[in-house]
């Protein structure tokens, strides 16, 4: 079994993609969840647990980055 090596700078391209990629997610999520506000007159509590949860991936995976750079 052969483990695959990633070094520091591909880690955190990695996980900056991850990041990138989470915050957008969480962005179309909150404006998806304001157009079903508008259209329906009510919150759409599903669109806001999505978009707390993408946004705080994405600060979770920054800070793995931030980690790994620093300590490489």
């Known amino acids: 079994m052969t ?6 700078p591909h880690w955190a391209i ?6 990138l990629t989470c915050w957008i997610a969480a962005g179309l999520a909150a ?21 707390t949860g993408l946004a705080g991936a994405g600060v979770g995976s920054a800070l ?3 980690t790994i750079l620093v300590s490489a």
């Open 3 to 8: 483990v695959l090596s990633i070094d520091a």
């Open 14 to 19: 990695l996980l900056g993609t991850l990041t």
């Open 31 to 51: 404006v998806l969840g304001t157009a079903e506000e508008i259209r329906h007159g009510q919150a759409g509590r599903f669109a806001g647990y999505m978009t």
């Open 64 to 66: 793995m980055m931030i």
